[in-house]
């Protein structure tokens, strides 16, 4: 690693609050969350060429992933990224790591649940875990990772921090609200530094404890609070890079339909054009927790009550991830996405100016999608193909037969269809064979603790098991 004298020569990261001083990459990783509530952003984005971009076709996943996150985590070191980088996606099922495949005419899936837990927060997790773990090893401390999970983030950052040295990882999920296999893959693991809590509430519920408990600034600084979770700036560019290697691949620029909850994946696609690649549109695909698709249709940005859907992760009433593309939209005024997060904060509803709702709509549109329409579009793509897809690559299908686009059109499939079973069937009458990797969730024992939806028992739990208070 290089000196820590060179890191002025590296990527600054700023709040989305403008109330904390910049920050290295190294800091970003492992605090998370900004220390005044905001989302880390770079100060700049690093721009690439079209020619840059148009060489990434055809090379290694690992090689595109590494010219890309030397340009935003460059401050973590080359040696470091290279090693961590060809370490993270030695382990999936896939050579390309996400695959693009073409459907038809036109349409592509790009696949991203090849990873140890058949999700696409495999990409991410699996290098932020290694990344955080070295850091942690070089400052000689330890951490307390909080995840709020919708039911892949949890699993996949199990499989990424489960029995690692100095890390104690607390994941939260909302009880009943996510698939058997999403839960099995949390609650059967053996590591003796996870701990998973079946949160009596929803999602939203699971998150607004985390972000409290990173409020909390003496409790959080004597667990060394951070977050694996999209808030995390790390998983934002690590995502990135798919977006890149899929569109160097087709050689145009298309159109991205990503299904959508937290708003981090879609995100990620932002940040990838914000650094020079060529895309046409994004799309938003969301479930009927429509909070998205009512901020694009309306300019009100207002959360209702979350409801259970077949496409459980996108469960979701409160994007955190779209706190960032505000900041963006506001032209980076930190006290303007300050004020408008603070009056949400209160009122749960925010009215977007004209020009900022102008902005997003330069770039996003949003579809919602019914669970009838899910698996409508599972069964007639299975129809077609012969292939099973999961619910949320469906509602991401679903929202791709609404759109009119001039060029590829690129349909994100976030999971594998065997963690989703009952829906799948439901739409095709077919079972998704288990893959291997699932095969022994089903002969583990669950370790859980359903607890109420209580930010006191939550802090309380975390600190007896860690010893700090």
């Given amino acids: 690693m290089k000196a820590r004298r060179h890191m002025a020569e590296y990527l600054k ?62 401050g973590l070191g080359e040696e470091t990224l290279d090693s961590e980088i060809a370490k993270a996606y030695r382990n999936f099922d896939a050579p390309e790591v996400a695959p693009l495949r073409q459907i038809s005419e036109g349409r592509f899936l790009l696949e991203l649940f090849h990873g140890p837990t058949l999700a696409f927060k495999d990409i991410a997790l699996q290098l932020l875990g290694r990344l955080l773990a070295r850091a942690l090893q070089r400052r000689g401390q330890r951490a307390t990772v909080l995840a709020a999970t919708s039911g892949d983030t949890g699993s996949a950052a199990i499989a990424a921090l489960g029995g690692l040295e100095g890390i104690d990882l607390f994941v939260l999920h909302p009880q009943g609200r996510v698939s058997e296999v999403q839960r ?3 609650t059967t693991t053996r590591h003796h530094n996870v701990h998973n809590i079946a949160l009596e509430g929803s999602f939203d519920d699971a ?74 549109r994004l799309v938003v695909a969301t479930n009927a927790n429509d909070i998205l698709a009512r901020t694009f249709a309306t300019g009100t940005y207002a959360a209702g009550r979350a409801q259970p859907t077949l496409s459980p992760s996108m469960d979701i009433q409160v994007a955190s991830n779209f706190e960032r593309a505000l900041f963006e939209a506001m032209e980076r005024d930190a006290h303007r996405c300050r004020t408008a997060m603070e009056q ?41 193909t012969g292939q099973l897809i999961d619910p949320h690559t469906a509602v991401a299908l679903a929202a791709a037969d609404e759109q009119v686009a001039e060029g590829p059109l690129v349909v994100l499939a976030t999971a594998h269809p065997a963690k989703f079973p009952d829906a799948v069937r439901k739409a095709t009458g077919q079972i998704p064979p288990l893959p ?17 939806n209580d930010l006191n028992l939550v802090r309380e739990f975390i600190a007896a098991r860690t010893g700090a208070v």
């Fill in 207 to 280: 998150q607004a404890i985390v972000k409290a408990l990173f409020a909390d600034r003496e409790f959080a600084a004597a667990q060394n609070l951070t977050a694996v979770n999209s808030i995390n700036f790390v998983r934002i560019a690590a995502q990135a890079v798919y977006y890149f290697t899929a569109t160097a691949e087709l050689g145009v620029a298309p159109t991205f339909v990503v299904p959508t909850g937290n708003f981090g994946d879609v995100f990620a696609a932002e940040s990838a054009m914000r650094m020079g690649l060529p895309v046409e």
């Fill in 184 to 186: 099995r893959q949390m």
């Fill in 13 to 74: 990261y700023v709040s989305t609050r403008g109330r904390a001083p910049a920050q290295d990459s190294e800091e970003v990783l492992i605090s998370g969350l900004a220390p005044d509530g905001g989302l880390f952003l770079p100060e700049a984005w690093p721009q690439l060429s079209r020619a840059q971009i148009a060489a990434f076709k055809g090379k290694p996943y690992a090689e595109v992933a590494r010219a890309l996150l030397g340009q935003l985590l460059g």
């Fill in 344 to 384: 949400f904060a209160q009122s749960r509803s925010l009215t977007l100016a004209p020009e900022v709702l102008e902005r997003l709509r330069a770039r996003y549109d949003a579809v919602s999608v019914s669970d009838a329409k899910t698996l409508a579009a599972i069964a007639r793509h299975y129809e077609r």
């Fill in 436 to 452: 291997e990797r699932l095969r022994a969730l089903y002969e583990g024992e669950e370790r859980q603790t359903v607890m109420a």
